[in-house]
T-cell receptor
Framework: QKEVEQNSGPLSVPEGAIASLNCTYSDRVSQSFFWYRQYSGKSPELIMS????GDKEDGRFTAQLNKASQYVSLLIRDSQPSDSATYLCAVSNQGGKLIFGQGTELSVKP | EAGVAQSPRYKIIEKRQSVAFWCNPI?????LYWYQQILGQGPKLLIQ????????DSQLPKDRFSAERLKGVDSTLKIQPAKLEDSAVYLC??????????FGSGTRLTVV
């Protein structure tokens, strides 16, 4: 079992729709959870972090964490073509080790 | 605040040659990471430093890869000898108190 798993996609949504990205992790003692966006040929850019169960909203982005189910998700409301990128889920443990999933490619069609 | 600096941006070498990458983290960030990202995959952690000590190097191919972080600031990652499968982007990241992980622009390595 991979430490961090994501749907590989690609995920295609129409402009203005909600994009839903999912991630599961295997280490129950994981403490911090991150979503990074990576445009083609660029380095990962942090867009959301979440540390406790529940929802965290930032503009059009909502991160959801369920530690009991070892599940974290990212919702993007009112998706725009500029949101087209690969979204990476990352999980860190107490020692600060940051482990990434394989990424989900999102395509937002105008 | 200056970001994480990496050099070079691109490097093309022949197999069996050696190569080195350099990273200067954000000032004050004690933790430094080197990741390898193969096309179409997520970043894979190679080594994690806390100041100038190694915290985790379990996935570093130690027969050919080495890394150091002298004086707990900048770091160098070396590959010797390189193989075709080492073609990837090598990303350096730094963090403060295990949050706010910030990545450099990466070095794209092509081994031919």
């Amino acid at each position: 079992q991979k430490e961090v798993e994501q749907n590989s996609g690609p995920l295609s949504v129409p402009e203005g729709a909600i994009a839903s990205l999912n991630c599961t992790y295997s280490d129950r003692v994981s403490q911090s959870f991150f979503w990074y966006r990576q445009y083609s040929g660029k380095s990962p850019e942090l867009i959301m972090s979440i540390y406790s169960n529940g929802d965290k909203e930032d503009g059009r982005f909502t991160a959801q964490l369920n530690k009991a189910s070892q599940y974290v998700s990212l919702l993007i409301r009112d998706s725009q073509p500029s949101d087209s990128a690969t979204y990476l889920c990352a999980v860190s443990n107490q020692g600060g080790k940051l482990i990434f999933g394989q990424g989900t490619e999102l395509s937002v069609k105008p | 605040e200056a970001g994480v600096a990496q050099s070079p941006r691109y490097k093309i070498i022949e197999k069996r040659q050696s190569v080195a990458f350099w990273c200067n983290p954000i000032s004050g960030h004690a933790t430094l990471y080197w990741y390898q990202q193969i096309l179409g995959q997520g970043p894979k952690l190679l080594i994690q430093f806390q100041n100038n000590g190694v915290v985790d190097d379990s996935q570093l191919p130690k027969d050919r890869f080495s890394a150091e972080r002298l004086k707990g600031v900048d770091s160098t990652l070396k590959i010797q000898p390189a193989k075709l499968e080492d073609s990837a982007v090598y990303l350096c990241a730094s963090s403060l108190y295990r949050v706010g992980y910030t990545f450099g622009s990466g070095t794209r390595l092509t081994v031919v």
